[in-house]
């Protein structure tokens, strides 16, 4: 995957002076590209999903110039907090944990619900092995429950594992199970949602505070004339709307 690495203290020098003077600055957005529909790279080799759509939206009425990275997910906040990107746009849910080490942004979702995937319909859930992506809500939930976590560095992964009988069954957001469940006869999702967490949101460095609200500013004027429902209509058909 592609990355782009600059020193923090480089970053923080370059970002003040961009920001005081106000000369034109290239906004990284930072996303995994592996958690569709939200975010997934195309035939082409681009990121694509409802997320993309909705960056290159939120730039455009934000009058920023942006650029996308992919990153993988378990070092997805470090990598921002050291001023690999600028943003966060991956899924991710707003939560306290998160929110002691990065700020968030108005949520752009509103709580998406967890969802099991698996082969049988009669899957323990309550107490079998319960696969899901490393440092994600659906793995601290399943960590305070009785059943058994095993992690996965990616979401493909925790899929396989129910596939091949590692795990007996996945959770995950039920709205990316979804479309594995439709693609693929050998799997079905489980009549047991699970709200957990909160709706998602951009992650931003606490210390930017001009970048948040511009982005604010844009998510709130997308809600308000309807442009994120249509969004939200299109790649998250089964989402609640704002």
């Given at each position: ?7 923090t ?6 970002a ?14 930072g996303?995994?590209g592996?958690?569709p ?19 290159d939206?939120l ?14 997910w ?16 991956a899924?991710?849910?707003v ?7 990065i ?44 059943a ?39 799997l ?26 511009k ?28």
């Open positions: 995957m592609k990355s782009i690495i600059l020193t203290a480089a970053f923080a020098l370059t003040g002076m961009a920001m005081a003077d106000g000369h034109a600055k290239t906004i990284r957005m996303t995994e592996a958690y529909p939200y975010n997934f790279i195309n035939d082409a080799g681009e990121v694509d999903g409802f997320e993309r759509e909705l960056g939206e730039c455009k009425r934000a009058e920023l110039t942006c650029e996308w990275v992919t990153n993988e378990d070092s997805i906040i470090p990598n921002l907090v050291s001023g690999n990107y600028d943003v966060i746009i899924g991710m849910s939560t306290d944990e998160r929110d002691e080490v700020d968030f942004s108005e949520q752009y979702t509103l709580p998406d619900p967890s969802g099991y995937l698996a082969t049988s319909a009669d899957a323990d859930v309550d107490n079998g092995v319960i696969a899901a992506q490393a440092n994600t809500i659906q793995a601290s939930h399943i960590a305070a429950s009785s058994t976590l095993v992690e996965f560095a990616t979401p493909e992964e925790t899929v396989a594992a129910v596939k091949n009988g590692e795990a007996d069954a996945v959770l995950a957001d039920k709205s990316f199970l979804l479309e594995i469940a439709n693609a693929d006869a050998d079905m999702m489980l009549e047991k949602d699970v709200m957990i967490g909160g709706g998602i949101g951009l992650g931003i460095r606490e210390s930017d505070t001009e970048l948040k609200e982005f604010n500013a844009a998510i709130i004027s997308m809600k308000e004339d309807g442009s994120l429902n249509e969004l939200i209509g299109k790649w998250l058909p089964e989402l609640a709307q704002f």
